[in-house]
């Protein structure tokens, strides 16, 4: 995705944020928060409007969990990042039969280990 004025930016060198006022081919005139002003090279930024641009066009209409009103508990989606041995492991269990219920196992799991620091 190509930057556009507006689009909100980090400097990856420094890690200062600020906004694309302009843009000349591949070189971006920023404003960076602290009021600089500076020309910079597009592969010296990252773009998190034009990631953001990328993603809504690629999914516009993703959605995550459920649709409201179906729940018949009370439950919330919650996403985690777990290493791929553990996740491996995991479905590996699932696949022989082991774990039969993901949400109640991970459920059990997480109120036994919470119970067990609650003592």
Same mark, same amino acid.
């Given at each position: 995705?190509?930057?556009?004025?507006?689009?909100?930016?980090?400097?990856?060198?420094?890690?200062?944020?600020?906004?694309?006022?302009?843009?000349?081919?591949?070189? +971006? &005139? *920023? =404003?960076?928060? #602290?009021? /600089?002003?500076?020309?910079?090279? !597009? %592969?010296?930024?990252?773009?998190?409007?034009?990631?953001?641009?990328?993603?809504?066009?690629?999914?516009?209409?993703?959605?995550?969990?459920?649709?409201?009103?179906?729940?018949?508990?009370?439950?919330?989606?919650?996403? +985690? &990042? *777990? =290493?791929?041995? #553990?996740? /491996?492991?995991?479905?590996?269990? !699932? %696949?022989?039969?082991?774990?039969?219920?993901?949400?109640?196992?991970?459920?059990?799991?997480?109120?036994?280990?919470?119970?067990?620091?609650?003592?």
């Amino acid at each position: 995705m190509k930057p556009q004025a507006g689009d909100k930016i980090a400097v990856r060198a420094t890690k200062e944020r600020g906004i694309v006022i302009s843009v000349h081919g591949d070189k +971006l &005139r *920023i =404003s960076l928060s #602290t009021g /600089e002003t500076l020309m910079v090279q !597009e %592969s010296e930024l990252t773009n998190f409007s034009a990631a953001a641009r990328k993603a809504w066009q690629k999914m516009p209409k993703r959605r995550v969990g459920r649709p409201k009103g179906t729940a018949t508990s009370d439950r919330v989606s919650v996403t +985690l &990042r *777990i =290493s791929r041995d #553990t996740w /491996e492991r995991f479905q590996a269990a !699932e %696949s022989a039969g082991k774990i039969v219920d993901r949400t109640a196992t991970v459920n059990e799991w997480i109120r036994e280990k919470l119970d067990e620091i609650d003592k």
